[in-house]
């Protein structure tokens, strides 16, 4: 599944792959989807989600996939808070419901009069793509909607906290009905005790902590299978009091992007909704 603030393993969201497979949204004037897609039912805004302020509005351009757009002034949005499944690309398929979420970002951009950004605390990704939540017709959180439909899962990455309640209370909605994702054995948490971890990229991983160990500047909680979650320091501050040697022996579920480093997987964990106790589920 692709980024949230920033992946540490995802290309940047430019190039032939993504031109060739992006969905073109026409002309000026309202934002409008390719012709061939049926628009649903008008979109049902769930409770919740306040909206506090609206910092610019914006015409789309481009749909590359559910969590990515571009602008027509240029600029690519990476939206916050929400990670959708991964395209096909450099070989590998596409994840299961990737070219539905792509297409329910598409149709609910057809059916805004308007589109409006609201910018995180950091501007900007690794890979300088604004980010930002989006917002149609001035109240209806796209990401919010995505979750509750199951075409997200929701992801912290600070800085940006805005709305880490709402959305996590959109994806046990969907979770609830097992709605999208919910329904499918692909995204349910490998258990990394019993299997390689087989692939990177953004995942659900579950395993028992077999030791904590802690540098001056990163603490690891090491599972069975040569993976280890880490937390640097720069993120202790929303492990607030945390005894890290509570950690040991407890059955977590975590969520992140996967990358191989030294010969070990590792999956950094950035804040506390990220990393789940089994019997806390």
């Known amino acids: 599944m692709s980024g949230a603030g920033h992946d540490p393993n995802k290309a940047p969201a430019t190039g032939a792959f993504f031109i060739a497979c992006c969905l073109l949204l026409a002309i000026p004037g309202p ?11 008008p979109v049902q805004v769930a409770e919740g989600c306040p909206l506090d302020r609206i910092d610019e509005q914006v015409e789309v351009r481009q749909v590359f996939d559910g969590d990515t757009v571009l602008l027509r002034d240029g600029r690519t949005v990476r939206l916050l808070g929400i990670n959708t499944p991964e395209l096909a690309h450099d070989g590998r398929p596409a994840e299961p419901l990737a070219v539905e979420a792509r297409r329910a970002l598409v149709t609910l951009l057809k059916q805004a009069d308007s589109v409006g950004l609201r910018y995180g605390p950091q501007s900007l990704d690794r890979y300088h793509r604004t980010l930002a939540h989006l917002i149609i017709d001035g109240r209806i959180n796209v ?55 087989g692939r990177g990229g953004f995942q659900f991983i579950q395993g028992h902590i077999l030791h904590v160990g802690r540098s001056a500047d990163t603490v690891w909680l090491d599972l069975a299978g040569d993976v280890s979650l880490r937390i640097d320091r720069a993120d202790w501050m929303y492990f607030p009091h945390q005894d890290w040697g509570s950690w040991l022996g ?11 480093s030294r010969d070990q997987w590792q999956l950094r964990i950035r804040h506390p909704q990220n990393i789940t106790v089994m019997s806390d589920e």
């Open 31 to 41: 934002v409008r989807a390719q012709a061939g897609i049926v628009a649903p039912a």
């Open 250 to 260: 407890r059955d977590i579920v975590a969520r992140g992007w996967l990358y191989r």
């Open 143 to 197: 990401q919010q909607i995505l979750l509750r439909r199951g075409l997200a899962l929701a992801i912290t990455v600070p800085p940006d906290l805005w709305q880490l309640d709402c959305y996590r209370q959109a994806e046990v909605y969907a979770r609830d009905r097992r709605l999208g994702v919910w329904s499918l054995d692909y995204y349910r948490a490998g258990d990394v005790g019993q299997q390689s971890p």
